[in-house]
């Protein structure tokens, strides 16, 4: 439940548990061996918690783009799509320009 609430792995969470002195170092141990015992350590039991996704990045080119730093391809180029996906994501159709 830990993992989904917060995004921790399981050992993340333990280890925290450690720090904080929830449990021993003995109990950390035996929760470790247990863990690679089944295979854990190399992926946890449960649906994997999601990326997360920033949009930073993307906020960054738009502005760039109507401050007009850069132009439409390199504002495509930088998002890592085509020209034309680019414009359907902005809604302008098939290498058509914005109407006002």
Partial sequence: MLKHEYGL???AVLLRALQCGVITDYRYKGYNIEF???GWKKLEPGAPYPDEETFLFKQLVYRGLAEEHIGE???AELLGMALTQFHRE???GEGGAATQ
């Fill in 73 to 75: 391809s390199k504002a």
């Fill in 90 to 92: 902005r809604k302008l």
């Fill in 9 to 11: 792995s399981m050992a």
């Fill in 36 to 38: 690679a015992k089944k």
